[in-house]
């Protein structure tokens, strides 16, 4: 519903400023963690469409996240150089707001229609990542990111801001082992190749740029840009590809190497993909260990915005889980298990819940409202969860306190409760009663669980993972 009255009067005005022109129409969109506005601005030349975005409110603590004038500032040195990326009218640090050409286009959390144009449009994408690669933060006017150094001094830049905002998070306390270790080895194993410097997105691919017509028309949200490597950010499209899916990897990589005159190089992708879950916060990707999240960093995310409206929230959680074993065991050379498990016999009721996402499934299609049909979804989801549960819940709880009370030393019901006994498994790790590769294996098993619960909720994403090179 377009609305010119939605805006702050304060943005409004500053619109209005910058454009030398009116506001004539307004429409809140999804924006990924933020919020989102089309608008139009009526000038004498003609009417623009525009796009606004709003903040994240970072303030001046430590942040994964860049600020708008960085994301202008990326914006501005690339058009020159023909890469699809949106005029900027405006950016406002008071206001926390970016305001850009409007790109026509649709974003691939929505892959293309048909094989055809999804290979269309990955090849595209793939050309415009080896273009800004090929030209190399020398050649682009950034002033913010500073000096142009070595892939070892930028990365031990990021080392040092995701080790700030993981101090600042946990403040008296510890990070999670699987945090700390992955942080230590990361310090300890930078990689000692050299190369070309280059602007790296991060979060690049799949979800972060438009497509229209087998191309891509916009390559948007450069959060998490700065200086480095460009393994980091095939490390962080093999991330999008394992989330969204982005054709056959392989052949991408493939002409990635033509396009660019960039060899891969395997190893150093496998510590970017560590090194991206630094980057997202000491919680990310870790289930609960017993203890609350109260000392969590607020993500500045916009509380409006509902990105667990479809339940995807639910599966995509167990997924980061997996991605994250994997990345830590690939890195550091760790066994991985397989995802077998013991379960215990289907209940005498399971048929109604069949039932009930039947009588779900035949609703959707007679539903217009969008807000009505992601929830539908949610439910739906939601309710194959709580099937899988109802079924194995209470074993896989006990197989869980069993896996603890062994690390532990202890006879399974001496824990009070799960909650305690993670709390303790963790904090015997810490004091090196419980070694690391112990506590990954435990990780791993309570993942299985988990992941299995999760299966017919998670579709595709269960059959998912790390994207082969070769």
Same mark, same amino acid.
């Given at each position: 519903?377009?609305d ?15 454009t030398d ?6 429409q ?6 933020? /919020?989102?506005?089309?608008v ?17 409110? $970072?303030?001046?603590?430590p942040? @994964? ?39 026509p ?8 229609? @048909? ?8 090849? *595209?994408f793939?050309?415009?990542l080896?273009t ?6 020398e ?15 930028h990365?031990?830049?990021? $080392? ?6 993981m ?9 999670d082992?699987?945090?700390e270790?992955?942080?230590?080895w $990361? ?23 438009l ?47 033509e ?5 891969? *190089? ?7 993909? /560590? ?10 990707g870790?289930p ?24 995807s929230?639910?599966i ?5 889980r ?5 990345? @830590? ?22 048929g ?13 299609p ?57 709390a303790?498994?963790? *904090? ?21 669980? *988990? ?12 059959e ?7």
């Amino acid at each position: 519903m377009s609305d010119p009255q939605a805006l702050d009067p304060s943005v409004a005005s500053w619109i209005e400023a910058v454009t030398d022109g009116t506001i004539v129409d307004v429409q809140q969109i999804p924006a990924g963690g933020r /919020l989102g506005w089309f608008v139009d601005v009526r000038r004498p030349e003609g009417t623009e469409a525009l796009f606004l975005q709003s903040g994240r409110g $970072l303030g001046d603590g430590p942040s @994964t996240f860049q600020g708008f004038e960085i994301e202008a500032e990326v914006y501005r040195a690339l058009r020159p150089h023909g890469l699809p990326v949106p005029r900027v009218w405006g950016v406002d640090k008071a206001l926390d707001v970016l305001l850009v050409d409007r790109i026509p286009g649709t974003v691939w959390f929505h892959p293309p229609a @048909t094989p055809e144009e999804q290979e269309s449009v990955a090849r *595209d994408f793939i050309r415009h990542l080896a273009t800004w690669h090929r030209i190399g933060a020398e050649a682009l006017d950034l002033p913010s990111f500073g000096p142009v150094r070595s892939w070892r001094e930028h990365q031990l830049d990021q $080392l040092a801001k995701a080790e700030a905002l993981m101090a600042a998070a946990v403040g008296d306390g510890r990070a999670d082992p699987l945090v700390e270790q992955a942080m230590a080895w $990361l310090r300890a194993n930078v990689p000692d190749a050299e190369g070309p410097v280059v602007l790296v997105q991060g979060d690049t691919g799949p979800g972060n740029f438009l497509y229209e017509d087998g191309r891509v028309t916009g390559i948007i949200d450069w959060e998490l840009a700065h200086l480095g490597d460009p393994m980091d950010d095939i490390a962080w499209l093999s991330w999008r590809a394992t989330q969204h899916g982005f054709t056959h990897f392989p052949d991408r990589i493939r002409e990635y190497e033509e396009l660019s005159g960039i060899a891969v *190089d395997e190893a150093r992708v496998r510590y970017y993909r /560590l090194n991206a879950f630094s980057r997202l916060g000491p919680w990310f990707g870790l289930p609960s260990m017993g203890r609350g999240a109260a000392a969590r960093l607020d993500t500045g995310e916009a509380p409006e915005v509902n990105r667990a409206a479809d339940g995807s929230a639910l599966i995509l959680s167990t997924l980061h889980r997996r991605m994250r074993l994997d990345a @830590t065991c690939d890195a550091m050379g760790l066994p991985k298990p397989g995802r077998e498990v013991d379960e215990a016999p289907e209940p005498a009721h399971s048929g109604m819940y069949d039932r009930i996402l039947e009588q779900l499934r035949s609703m959707v299609p007679r539903i217009e409202d969008r807000t009505a049909v992601n929830t539908t979804k949610a439910i739906a989801r939601q309710l194959k969860y709580l099937r899988e549960l109802d079924r194995n819940g209470e074993l896989f709880a006990a197989q869980e306190r069993e896996d603890i009370a062994e690390l532990l030393g202890r006879r399974p019901e001496s824990l009070e409760s799960l909650d305690e006994g993670r709390a303790a498994l963790v *904090d015997a790790t810490h004091e090196g009663k419980v070694a690391f590769e112990d506590y990954v294996a435990y990780h791993w098993r309570r993942l299985r669980r *988990d992941d299995h619960l999760m299966r017919h909720a998670s579709g595709a994403l269960y059959e998912r993972a790390w994207p082969d090179l070769r």
